[in-house]
């Protein structure tokens, strides 16, 4: 069964003070890993697709990595808009468009 | 436009009372999908539709219907709503090829509470 985990579950920052978000999952297969992000009372927002070990997506302050059995999002120098919850799905290689998705690292970035 | 529009933002039913919660997108995505997000779990896919008049169940489909009349609609009904029903519930919707490189278009959800 796929598993996805994220941690931490909450991330408190300084305004400036980059971190790294983590994703660790297990699956037969990798077929794409997905950051999105939450903010309080709305949908989640895409953010990054990731396809294979060594890949890179950069947005803003934001940018998602991916080795075999993780994901990292760093976040450099934050704002506090960037305060939101952040989650990570798989897709497993034969499993059709099934996303399971990982419960999310709550950031919050202080002035 | 719109994106996915999802009625009611909130909702209290008894048990055993029935329900459907609306999700309309104005997108033309041929894609939709209902999920279910409780604390400490990861959404949860409780019905898809990859078109009008074609569904198929997700990870957690019992104790919910659905149809896909049009390709701008997909309603969730509770027939008979249970406590365990009590979550926040979002609609989702894509098209082909953006669900493949999971890229999904949420509603802002629906908060559904079943005393």
């Known amino acids: 069964e796929d598993q996805v985990t994220q941690s931490p579950e909450a991330l408190r920052l300084q305004e400036g003070e980059s971190s790294s978000l983590n994703c660790s999952y297990t699956?037969?297969?990798?077929?794409?890993l997905f950051w999105y992000r939450q903010d309080p009372g709305k949908g989640p927002e895409f953010l990054f697709t990731?396809?294979?070990a060594g890949e890179e997506k950069e947005k803003e302050r934001l940018k998602a990595t991916l080795t075999k059995k993780e994901s990292f999002l760093h976040i450099t120098a934050p704002k506090p808009e960037d305060s939101a919850t952040y989650l990570c799905?798989?897709?497993?290689?034969?499993?059709?468009?099934?996303?399971?998705f990982g419960t999310g690292t709550q950031l919050k970035v202080e002035l | 436009n719109a994106g996915v529009t999802q009625t009611p933002k909130f909702q209290v039913l008894k048990t055993g009372q029935s329900m459907t919660l609306q999700c309309a997108q104005d997108?033309?995505?041929?894609?939709m999908s209902w999920y279910r997000q409780d604390p400490g779990m990861g959404l949860r896919l409780i019905h898809y539709?990859?078109?009008?008049?074609?569904?198929d169940q997700g990870e957690v489909p019992n104790g919910y219907n659905v149809s896909r009349s049009t390709t701008e609609d997909f309603p969730l009904r509770l027939l008979s709503a249970a406590p365990s029903q009590t979550s926040v519930y979002f609609c989702?919707?894509?098209?082909?090829?953006?669900?493949?490189?999971?890229?999904?278009?949420f509603g802002e959800g629906s908060r559904l509470t079943v005393l």
């Open positions: 989702a919707s894509s098209t082909p090829d953006r669900v493949r490189t999971g890229e999904l278009f």
């Open positions: 699956v037969s297969g990798l077929r794409g």
């Open positions: 990731l396809y294979s």
């Open positions: 799905a798989v897709q497993e290689a034969g499993g059709g468009n099934k996303l399971t």
């Open positions: 997108m033309n995505h041929e894609y």
């Open positions: 539709s990859v078109g009008a008049g074609i569904t």
